[in-house]
Antibody, heavy 119, light 108 residues
Framework: QVQLVQSGAEVKKPGSSVKVSCKAS????????IAWVRQAPGQGLEWMGR????????NYAQKFQGRVTITADKSTSTAYMELSSLRSEDTAVYYC????????????WGQGTLVTVSS | EIVLTQSPGTLSLSPGERATLSCRAS???????LAWYQQKPGQAPNLLIY???SRATGIPDRFSGSGSGTDFTLTINKLEPEDFAVYYC?????????FGQGTKVEIK
């Protein structure tokens, strides 16, 4: 069955960067999009952006433009999300989620990666 | 950006009762590209409904979705103990994709 397995928890200093991975198995990686969604403690879900691996094209939410980079390695069926210039407000659980090309609802999710930003 | 507003914020109900959750969009959601997710503490969200009214694989038929345009509803008939959770709506018809703020269904 389809599984998305994310990298482990991270603790980062303000101003640094973090890169979270999401390895897919059980499906054809290139036939789907991979999105990144974050959830601050006790808060709701926030879409950050997504990538279409077969095209290598990524789109980002305006809020994260210039700070987030989403990439994908088709050879290893792994997507990555890198967030730079970290601040305390970026402390959150970061999820990857798989969606079809069209329509793009999220049918599988990774287990989440807690990123803590603290001095 | 389409803003999704969910109501109520919290719904206090007993097992066996019906839950009715609302999701209102600031502008029309194209092609009824509206999904509902359930999230339990410490877990990733789980897809319940897509296309406003289609149940995802393995989702019990006590969950149903309806609506179009700007007004959508998730109904849970005869609440089971495992249904007490937070529910989010999400639109995927335009970019950026956006989520509602969530409705918590709690045990009364």
């Amino acid at each position: 069955q389809v599984q998305l397995v994310q990298s482990g928890a991270e603790v980062k200093k303000p101003g640094s960067s973090v890169k979270v991975s999401c390895k897919a198995s059980g499906g054809t990686f290139s036939n789907y999009t991979i999105a990144w969604v974050r959830q601050a403690p006790g808060q709701g879900l926030e879409w950050m952006g997504r990538i279409i691996p077969i095209l290598g094209i990524a789109n980002y939410a305006q809020k994260f433009q210039g700070r987030v980079t989403i990439t994908a390695d088709k050879s290893t069926s792994t997507a990555y999300m890198e967030l730079s210039s970290l601040r305390s407000e970026d402390t959150a659980v970061y999820y990857c989620a798989r969606a079809g090309m069209v329509p793009e609802y999220f049918d599988y999710w990774g287990q989440g990666t807690l990123v803590t930003v603290s001095s | 950006e389409i803003v999704l507003t969910q109501s109520p914020g919290t719904l206090s109900l007993s097992p066996g009762e019906r839950a009715t959750l609302s999701c209102r969009a600031s502008q029309s959601v194209s092609s009824s590209y509206l999904a509902w997710y359930q999230q339990k503490p410490g877990q990733a969200p789980n897809l319940l409904i897509y296309g406003a009214s289609s149940r995802a694989t393995g989702i019990p038929d006590r969950f149903s979705g309806s609506g179009s345009g700007t007004d959508f509803t998730l109904t849970i008939n005869k609440l089971e103990p495992e249904d007490f959770a937070v529910y989010y709506c999400q639109q995927y018809g335009s970019s950026p994709r956006t989520f509602g703020q969530g409705t918590k269904v709690e045990i009364k």
